[in-house]
């Protein structure tokens, strides 16, 4: 079993950043990928940014630009880098990583952006 945990988010102004962080129990080196999703009420998870083993990383067009996915292999600990931050963006982040054919999410955490 995996165990992520996440921190970070809140409230900040429009133009403003903030930096969510997920640190896992397992070695970073053991997942096939790691990443950061969205969820907005009553719609889909959605991709933002997503690290797969290797280094090749994807965003969402909606966030090119602005967000960076990092990793600490050290500590087994990735970052969402979230820079110019707009009203739009508001809404539950959870990180996540694929092990095998199993992903596992974090618990959540809300990203609220004032305009």
């Known amino acids: 079993q995996v165990q992520l945990v996440e921190s970070g988010g809140g409230l900040v102004q429009a133009g403003g950043s903030l930096r969510l962080s997920c640190a896992a129990s397992k070695s970073i080196f053991s997942f096939n990928a790691v990443g950061w999703y969205r969820q907005a009420p009553g719609k889909q998870r959605e991709l933002v940014a997503r690290l797969a083993a290797g280094g090749r990383t994807n965003y969402a067009d909606s966030v090119k630009d602005r967000f960076t996915i990092s990793i600490d292999n050290t500590k087994s600990t990735w970052w969402l880098q979230m820079n110019i931050l707009k009203p739009e963006d508001t809404t539950g982040y959870y990180c996540?990583?694929?092990?095998?054919?199993?992903?596992?999410w974090g618990q959540g955490t809300q990203v609220t952006v004032s305009s």
């Open positions: 996540s990583a694929a092990l095998g054919a199993n992903d596992y």
